[in-house]
């Protein structure tokens, strides 16, 4: 499974990463994590409103942090 988090580096996006981790961790999944911060990059997957959370390339939410519990619904 491939995970990104786009974002700029803010604090909410770093938030994101963090929250991920962990649930990627309780649930013992096999997962690639990467951070996307180029905006252009972003953009061009339109999305508008950071942080923003991809699985496996499509995105599954943008613009808030995730709970522990919605992350993992996204990644089951």
Not at 51 to 59: I, T
Request: proline content about 4%.
């Amino acid at each position: 499974m491939k995970i990104e988090v786009l974002g700029t580096g803010c604090p909410r996006c770093n938030a994101l990463v963090a929250g991920v981790q962990a649930v990627v961790t309780k649930l013992g999944l096999e997962a690639e994590i990467t951070k996307v911060t180029d905006i252009n990059e972003i953009a061009s997957r339109g999305v508008m409103m950071t942080p923003a959370l991809v699985v496996d390339s499509q995105v599954k939410a943008s613009g808030r942090i995730l709970s522990p519990e919605e992350i993992e619904k996204m990644l089951l």
